[in-house]
């Protein structure tokens, strides 16, 4: 069963403008974490930022937001103020099991993301 | 800020030949993990490692595919026989302690083209 959903393959937004990126997941489990990366097309795949499913705030880092809507087992990405650099592949992931745990990520098809001068 | 490192970045195999693939997980961390990426799709499990034996693998860690950690700074990937469908970007990553929420760090993947 497909457990991480990002339905949009590919998105342009218009540099300095904020852009939404989609994800739903499906778990059973009530406790898990939520997982944003940045792939460039250099390839390398960077951690952006990370949701807990009992966090009562959505997280933030500089740019970057999780509106986490637990109910609808969504975790959107919000992209502020869009810079060139943001163009990249990003994808969503999902681990589950409490903060603590270690295991694997299960990961999105991923959505490209092209940021226009 | 410390690092994955993965070597080599790009590897080149004639189908049948064995390959390793080395990694340097960040120092201090304890749990270590590879992923496939083939190309234009999405990243894939393949398995994790703690204490020095497999925590858990999926369907395509195969008996073709082993892990080893040889000393206290190398985790490596060996393919014995590798086929033509092991062509993907291949990535390391590694975790720290439990006990707080730990995102995993990877590297910047090897790329395994089998002719």
């Known amino acids: 069963a497909q457990k991480i959903t990002q339905t949009q393959p590919g998105m342009f937004v218009q540099e300095k403008e904020a852009v939404t990126l989609d994800c739903t997941y499906d778990?059973?489990?009530?406790?898990?974490?939520l997982f944003w990366y940045k792939q460039p097309s250099s390839g390398e795949m960077i951690f952006l930022i990370y949701q807990g499913s009992y966090d009562e705030q959505n997280a933030t880092e500089g740019r970057y937001s999780l509106n986490f809507q637990k109910a609808r087992k969504s975790a959107n990405l919000v992209i502020s103020a869009s810079q060139l650099g943001d163009s990249a592949m990003y994808f969503c992931a999902m681990r589950e099991g409490p903060p603590s745990n270690t295991g694997k990520l299960i990961f999105g098809q991923g959505t490209t993301l092209q940021v226009k001068p | 800020e410390p690092e994955v490192t993965q070597t080599p970045s790009h590897q080149v195999t004639q189908m049948g030949q064995e390959v390793i693939l080395r990694c340097v997980p960040i120092s201090n961390h304890l749990y270590f993990y590879w992923y496939r990426q083939i190309l234009g799709q999405k990243v894939e499990f393949l398995v994790s490692f703690y204490n020095n034996e497999i925590s858990e693998k999926s369907e395509i860690f195969d008996d073709q595919f082993s892990v080893e950690r040889p000393d206290g700074s190398n985790f490596t990937l060996k393919i014995r026989s590798t086929k033509l469908e092991d062509s993907a970007m291949y990535f390391c990553a590694s975790s720290g302690d439990r006990g707080a929420p730990q995102p995993q760090h990877f590297g910047d993947g090897t790329r395994l083209s089998i002719l």
């Open positions: 778990t059973s489990d009530q406790s898990y974490g």
